[in-house]
Nanobody, 124 residues
Framework: QVQLVESGGGLVQAGGSLRVSCAAS????????MAWFRQPPGKEHEFVAA????????YYADSVKGRFTISRDNAKNTVYLQMNSLKPEDTAVYYC?????????????????WGQGTQVTVSS
């Protein structure tokens, strides 16, 4: 399995931007599908975005499409989530997750490794 550590969360005003990062260690990072999920207060995990191991294909939740961008740097073993035009409803703990040599999916139970999460709070 791969070990994941998120960073970059914080407090931002509505309409602002924030970038969160996820650093990976362990097995070959470039063989993993990487994804971001979030858990708003009192709610279940929800899918945000995923990126194929080569970076050539991405997949977004409708709620963030056009505002968020997932990217990866395989040389740095890092995946990023650039979040623009943030809304109060984007407030959540953001988690990165990894899935070894598989297709893109939005289903949390199909991911093998998870980070500890980073809090993103958007004030109105």
């Amino acid at each position: 399995q791969v070990q994941l550590v998120e960073s970059g969360g914080g407090l931002v005003q509505a309409g602002g931007s924030l970038r969160v990062s996820c650093a990976a260690s362990g097995r070959t990072f470039s063989s993993y599908v990487m994804a971001w999920f979030r858990q708003p207060p009192g709610k279940e995990h929800e899918f945000v975005a995923a990126i194929f191991w080569s970076g050539g294909s991405t997949y977004y939740a409708d709620s963030v499409k056009g505002r968020f961008t997932i990217s990866r740097d395989n040389a740095k073993n890092t995946v990023y989530l650039q979040m623009n035009s943030l809304k109060p409803e984007d407030t959540a703990v953001y988690y990165c997750a990894a899935r070894y040599r598989a297709r893109l999916t939005s289903l949390p139970h199909e991911y093998d490794s998870w980070g500890q999460g980073t809090q993103v709070t958007v004030s109105s």
